[in-house]
């Protein structure tokens, strides 16, 4: 089976940001238990979440590319609220309808922003033998600024979103980027409301490091059942 965040070169080791947040905020469960979904499935847990807003977001892209062309996302509301009433499954049927949530909540926080959608780039922050992958799902410049957005419904709170948004910011640092932290944005489709970084980029350092060092502990030792 594929495997999403694997081993790279010497004793590297590639997780996802969302594997990292997960791994600090979430509790009551062994380290192995919070690690296996993302080193065993598929294509792995955090490239299931990476596509979980793919319709959106490609809605999005779109109506920015068509100057904000509200006909764009009328069309990807009805054609998801008509997938998520005939689908069979009952997580097809939640998975359109958080797309639905996704774009009403950026429509009314963003939608008349005048947003020029950047391509995504691959950025990565190294702690110690763990390579955190850190993608933005909307990398957008307006204004000479750029912007990059995370969309999502956080699974442990405030913490988790700051801990995403925090390594997106080291990420860019570590390539030089010059982005404002106020521009690195979570947008919480549970809530329609969006978060935005704050605080030293140093705070977590410690915090990170220990983890790193459980991750690099515990990862070769996971087995898939």
Same mark, same amino acid.
């Given at each position: 089976?594929?495997?999403?965040?694997?081993? @790279?070169?010497?004793?590297?080791?590639?997780?996802? @940001?969302?594997?990292?947040?997960?791994?600090? %905020?979430?509790?009551?469960?062994?380290?192995?238990?919070?690690? +296996?979904?993302?080193?065993?499935?598929?294509?792995?847990?955090?490239?299931?979440?990476?596509?979980?807003?793919?319709?959106?977001?490609?809605?999005?892209?779109?109506?920015?590319? =068509?100057?904000?062309?509200?006909?764009?996302?009328? =069309?990807?509301?009805?054609?998801? !609220?008509?997938?998520?009433?005939?689908?069979?499954?009952?997580?097809?049927?939640?998975?359109?309808?958080?797309?639905?949530?996704?774009?009403?909540?950026?429509?009314?926080?963003?939608? *008349?922003?005048?947003?020029?959608?950047?391509?995504? !780039?691959?950025?990565?922050?190294?702690?110690?033998?763990?390579?955190?992958?850190? =993608?933005?799902?909307?990398?957008?410049?307006?204004?000479?600024? =750029?912007?990059?957005?995370?969309?999502?419904?956080? +699974?442990?709170?405030?913490?988790?979103?700051?801990?995403?948004? %925090?390594?997106?910011? *080291?990420?860019?640092?570590?390539?030089?980027? !010059?982005?404002?932290?106020?521009?690195?944005?979570?947008?919480?489709?549970?809530?329609?409301?969006?978060?935005?970084?704050?605080?030293?980029?140093?705070?977590?350092?410690?915090?990170?490091?220990?983890?790193?060092?459980?991750?690099?502990?515990?990862?070769?030792?996971? %087995?898939?059942?």
């Amino acid at each position: 089976m594929g495997q999403e965040n694997e081993k @790279v070169g010497g004793d590297n080791i590639r997780v996802s @940001v969302t594997c990292l947040a997960d791994f600090i %905020t979430k509790s009551g469960r062994s380290a192995e238990s919070r690690l +296996r979904p993302f080193k065993f499935s598929n294509r792995g847990e955090g490239f299931a979440r990476s596509i979980y807003y793919q319709t959106a977001l490609k809605a999005i892209r779109a109506y920015h590319s =068509q100057e904000n062309d509200p006909a764009i996302l009328e =069309q990807a509301l009805a054609e998801l !609220r008509t997938l998520a009433d005939t689908a069979e499954k009952n997580r097809d049927r939640t998975r359109y309808e958080h797309n639905v949530d996704a774009i009403i909540a950026y429509r009314k926080l963003y939608g *008349k922003r005048k947003f020029k959608i950047l391509p995504n !780039r691959r950025l990565e922050y190294r702690i110690g033998s763990i390579v955190v992958k850190a =993608q933005p799902d909307l990398w957008a410049e307006e204004d000479r600024a =750029q912007v990059l957005l995370k969309i999502g419904i956080p +699974r442990h709170g405030t913490s988790y979103i700051d801990i995403v948004l %925090t390594v997106l910011r *080291k990420a860019a640092a570590s390539r030089r980027l !010059r982005i404002r932290a106020k521009n690195f944005v979570y947008l919480n489709v549970s809530s329609g409301r969006e978060m935005i970084s704050s605080g030293a980029l140093t705070r977590f350092n410690r915090t990170f490091r220990e983890a790193a060092r459980d991750i690099a502990s515990v990862w070769p030792k996971i %087995t898939e059942s």
